[in-house]
């Protein structure tokens, strides 16, 4: 999402992507084996190099802009010289390097991708492929300290790579810009661009020429009332509704009916979401009224409904209270707005005969009643607007407000069954106010007495796209890693079912980092079961088990954390999907730092006694595994091999090489005991223990 737009609702989040089903031959091509690299079907999996940043597709809707609809004049007519500056950057025998800085609402996002998109176009022309034109998704293991040397460096690529959220919190700025500068003159050498946008003031340019010569500085913005023509015939391909925009009269008198809605002033984001708005609306007039005061946000309605209110608490507390219960009956909602003014229900009957119906009194407040429900859902971002005054102009109302969405959010609250859209709704508040504390509120219904997995899942949801949003993010991915070490169970397993949905996908990184710190808890309880579910899904991902082993390994050979072992064990159990394990062991058949790395894990995963149990169902898992795979036996056995002669003392090995009383193995285990190599005088002893009938 762009940092000049907003959209008007956060959206349901997709469902998970399949799980990649394992093919019985794994291809591996082990050619060009620099940096330890080997190249299997599932990826590059790779021991000594990092994973680096996550990088999407520039959107196709943000590469139309450019190419069909690009405004390069302000509405004083001055040229708008962002794009242009940053391309003399990019190609001027410098560093290929262009670090767009300025205030937000100037463009300079869809300025950095124009000027990709731009240098794409000339480099087709020359020998040689086109420019991918991709963008970098700022997942740092460090989001404060971040690291240059996980940025990607693909030949012929155009990054772009958007820090405005977060530049302004770095530790040490100055030697990330001169690290960054060293990067982007490596990039000349592949072929590739990179543009990174930035806040107005947290680029150091003042502290060196080298620094200052990759800024461009936006001063100009692009004009939103060309933006919106523009976008309205190229991009929405409605030229027939650019009457709607005119600023002059026509030939019938009349001035376009939303010439007035955009001034000098207005952010060229401004004029794309008017074209939005224009494009998509039914050709009537109550059509056009509607996408005109759904642009305004609703603006000029909350005004009108808020002064006819002033003196009437009632009414205003029966509006929050409708945002709210949206959809619920009238009673209902009447109920809530009660319980938010703290009064009892009314005892008097003169009072109850006394002034408007109920409905009525909706009807005014904009809602929509039809037989015993009430409903806002006729005015879409309506109930958004209302919030937004009345936490804009009531700063008095934050502490009681949440606390009543507290109480009807609660397992027997009249709001219980609405947590998704009301979660939804505070998001969209939290994000165009910048207000960590409303998602803290959101956080806290996490132990509200409702700990059914559905519960969970909805507040996970919602943390997720509060987690994406470009201004709020930083601080809401802050709070999912202290939540992730909080001992409370139910938080910590929202928090891993947050990195199991799209959170995983754009912050890959940081998702692990919040596993890790949940598959340290000292008991395997509920949330370190989510958190291995989560981990084998991210493994699963197309691309990603490169990123998900190497960190694995770390955490489990290098820290050596009771999560390192925890997630070791799980990645590699064939029962839930084998398709992890057939991978690394196809790998470890073409190197031997993968077999070594695969041999490290079992040891240090055998000599922590916690994780006995999960050592000795494994290990039984591999005995069935390698009776029915097509992968290797002689490797798996191998292995197996290794770390038997180490670790024949520990219980999940002498319950494999001996058996225990009282436990009956089935042919699979029996048969890896007879091919594993022991000493003489242990395969002795394991055949006289055998020979001895277990008492019953």
């Known amino acids: 999402m762009s940092e000049e737009s907003a959209p008007d609702a956060v959206p349901p989040l997709p469902p998970a992507p399949p799980v990649p089903i394992p093919t019985p031959e794994l291809r591996v091509d082990v050619g060009n084996n620099h940096n330890s690299k080997i190249i299997v079907a599932a990826g590059s999996v790779t021991m000594t190099s990092k994973p680096q940043l996550p990088v999407t597709g520039i959107p196709q809707a943000e590469l139309d802009v450019v190419r069909l609809a690009w405004v390069g004049l302000s509405s004083r007519d001055e040229e708008v010289r962002t794009a242009g500056e940053a391309i003399d950057r990019l190609t001027g025998g410098g560093p290929r390097l262009a670090v767009v800085v300025g205030p937000a609402g100037y463009g300079k996002r869809t300025a950095g991708i124009k000027a990709l998109w731009e240098i794409s176009q000339k480099e087709q022309a020359a020998p040689g492929r086109p420019l991918a034109l991709r963008e970098i998704r700022p997942d740092w293991e460090k989001p404060r300290s971040p690291d240059i040397s996980v940025l990607p460096d693909e030949p ?28 982007a003159e490596e990039l000349l050498y592949v072929g590739s661009y990179l543009v990174v946008i930035a806040d107005e003031h947290g680029w150091p340019e003042a502290a060196s020429g080298t620094l200052a010569r990759v800024v461009v500085r936006a001063t100009t913005k692009p004009c939103a009332q060309r933006v919106a023509r523009t976008h309205l015939e190229y991009v929405h391909h409605r030229p027939d509704r650019l009457r709607w925009l005119n600023t002059a009269s026509s030939g019938t008198g009349l001035v376009g009916e939303a ?27 109550e059509g056009l009224k509607a996408a005109l005061s759904a642009f305004q946000e609703w603006w000029s309605d909350v005004q009108k409904v808020f002064a006819e209110t ?6 205003r507390a029966l509006l929050v209270s409708t945002l709210f219960l949206n959809n619920k009956d009238a009673l209902t909602i009447q109920d809530g707005s009660r319980m938010l003014l703290d009064e009892p229900r009314e005892t008097s009957v003169r009072t109850i005969l006394t002034g408007p119906d109920l409905t009525t009194r909706l009807k005014a407040l904009g809602a929509k009643v039809t037989g015993r429900t009430v409903t806002l859902d006729h005015q879409r971002g309506y109930a958004r607007a209302v919030l937004l005054h009345l936490w804009q102009q009531r700063a008095d109302i934050h502490p009681p407000l949440l606390a009543w969405l507290d109480t009807i959010t609660s397992p027997k609250g009249p709001g219980a ?27 806290a219904w996490i132990d509200n007495g409702d700990s059914s997995p559905e519960h969970l899942q909805l507040i ?3 943390l997720t796209v509060a987690a994406e949003a470009d201004t709020l993010g930083a601080e809401v991915r802050s709070l999912l890693l202290d939540s992730a070490q909080e001992t409370s169970e139910a938080v910590a397993t929202v928090v891993a079912l947050v990195c199991q949905g799209d959170f995983a996908d754009h912050y890959p990184r940081q998702a692990l980092v919040r596993l890790r710190h949940i598959l340290d808890r000292p008991d395997s309880d509920g949330a370190v079961l989510v958190a291995q579910r989560a981990l084998r899904d991210i ?5 990603q088990l490169p990123r998900v082993w190497n960190t694995v390994i770390k955490w489990a050979t290098e820290k050596k954390h009771l999560a390192g072992h925890r997630a070791f064990l799980s990645l590699l159990d064939p029962r839930v999907d084998p398709y992890v394990l057939q991978v690394m062991l196809a790998a470890a058949e073409q190197k031997e730092d993968v077999k070594e790395a695969l041999v490290q894990g079992w040891n240090v995963a055998l000599a922590d006694d916690r994780v006995d149990a999960e ?34 003392y520990s219980t999940p090995i002498s319950a494999l090489i001996f058996g225990e009383p009282g436990v009956v193995n089935d042919e699979a285990v029996i048969e890896l005991r007879k091919d594993l190599r022991l000493p003489a005088a242990l395969s002795v002893a394991r055949l006289n223990y055998e020979s001895t009938p277990v008492e019953s």
């Open 460 to 462: 996970a949801r919602v």
């Open 259 to 285: 010439a007035h809605l955009l001034t000098d002033d207005s952010r060229p984001a401004d004029g794309a979401r008017l074209a939005d708005k224009l494009a998509s609306a039914v050709n009537s007039t």
């Open 615 to 648: 050592c000795r169902e494994l290990l039984t898992a591999w005995a069935h595994f390698r009776q029915t795979t097509e992968v290797s036996r002689e490797l798996v056995t191998e292995i197996l091999n290794e770390i038997v002669v180490q670790h024949l």
């Open 310 to 315: 002033e003196d009437k608490p009632e009414d």
């Open 156 to 183: 012929g690529t155009g990054y772009l790579l958007d820090v405005a959220a977060e530049i302004s919190s770095w530790r040490n700025v100055g030697n990330f810009a001169e690290q960054l500068v060293s990067y």
């Open 417 to 443: 069954d609405r947590l998704a859209p009301i979660g939804d709704l505070l998001v969209e508040l939290a994000v165009a106010e910048n207000d960590i504390r409303v998602i803290k509120q959101i956080h």
């Open 539 to 543: 493994a699963a991902r197309e691309g």
